[in-house]
Structure formats: structure tokens, C-alpha cells
């Protein structure tokens, strides 16, 4: 009897069985529950940079395209001005309209980015700048010169060039300038994600180690749990019983 009196007197001695097996298993799960959710926050961040590399990734694929096209659309222009050929505008034609439309996609991929759209405004404003002020008058008189005399001499195409060129500051040099500013912006934004990405790998091998030493002390902290609130508890209850006998 006095043995059976000290086990009530012990910590947690009082509780029910079935709270102690509770106490139990909550611990594991609680334990099981935060690891998880460390786990899940990480893999989630790891996910959004991923994302947002490959969009980073798309965007610099889409920056040099247009940069491609503007060369491609300088060039057609000084064909048609200093070839000495009919004017045919079609090989020009088509790389405006591929220039405008990856400047589309870009400007949509970059809708998010503050930055990269104030930067993308200045492009369109001065591609508009160019069309109206030297590729249109350029274009315009070659054609007229064309359609008047059948030919156009070289002293002409000299004219037209030198006239264009002073009516306009804007140059297709200034757009590509323009593009690689924003390329330059979404490499350092690559760089960084990447640097990101790395420090959360990091923290997930962290995380992974912390809860296997978290679910080896939890194992060992049940295991202590079973055996002083159940195990040593159920031995007592049996010994004070049978000294009853």
C-alpha cells in the first residue's frame, strides 16, 4: 500500500491511461505536423523561384529574338535604300511585325516587374519614334522616287538617308540599348533566384536533418513517456494489487 501511495504521488501519476497514451501520441504528431510544415514551406519557395527562373529564362530567349528582328529590320531598310533594286518592303514588313510581336510577349512577361515595364514603355516609345522619323520617310520616298523616275541614283539615296538621319536623334542602336538593359536586369534577377535557390536547399537539407534528430528524440521521449506513465505505472498498480492478495 505505501508503494501504491508514492506511484500516485509521482509526476503525471494521477492522469487516466488514456490521457497518458494520448500524451503519447500527440508528441510523435505534433513532431510529424512541424517537420512537415518546415518541409512544405521550403519545397513551396523552392517552387516559386523555379517558376519564376523559368519565366527569367523565357524572357532573355524572347529579348534576344527581338533583338534579332531590329537587326534584321535595319538591314531590310538600308536594302531598300541602297540596293538600287525595285523597293519591296515585304522582308522588311515581316521583321517589324516579329520585332512588335515578341516586344509584346516580352512587355506581357514583364507585367509584374515595375522596373522592367517603365524600362519596356521607353522601348516602344522609341521604336515609334524611329518608324515615324526614319524608316517610314526613308521607305516613303523611296518608293515615290520610284513610281516618278523608275530608278533611283545614288546621289539620291544619299539625299533621303541625310535628310531622314536629320530629322531624327533615334537610331535602332539606341533600341537594342534599350533590350539589353532589360536583359541585363533579368540576368541579375536570374542570379539571384539562383543564389535563392541554393541557400533553400540548404535549408531544406537543414530541415531534413533536424527532423530526423527531432524524430529520434521524439522516439526516445515516448518511449521514456511509455515506460514512466504507462508501463511503470501499470507494474506498480499490479504489485500494489497483488500485495492486497
Known sequence: PARFMKLHQTWLGDVSLLAKVSLVV????GLFA???AGTALVEKEQQDIQQATRDTTLLLREVNRATRFLFERQYEMRQILFSGLSPDTTLYDAADQGFHDVLHKII???RGDALQSSRLDRV???????????STPIITAVKAAWQQDGSLSVTERERIFQTASANST??????IQLMDQVAQVARDGLEE???RLDDTEMQRRWLSYGSLVLALLGGA????LSVSLITRPLRGLTRAVRAFE
Open 170 to 175: 533615334t537610331r535602332t542602336p539606341d533600341i
Open 34 to 36: 512541424l517537420s512537415s
Open 26 to 29: 500527440g508528441l510523435l504528431i
Open 193 to 195: 533566384r539562383e543564389r
Open 124 to 134: 516602344v516609345e522609341v521604336d515609334r519614334r524611329w518608324i515615324s522619323t526614319v
Open 221 to 224: 521521449a515516448a518511449l521514456w
Open 108 to 110: 506581357e512577361a514583364a
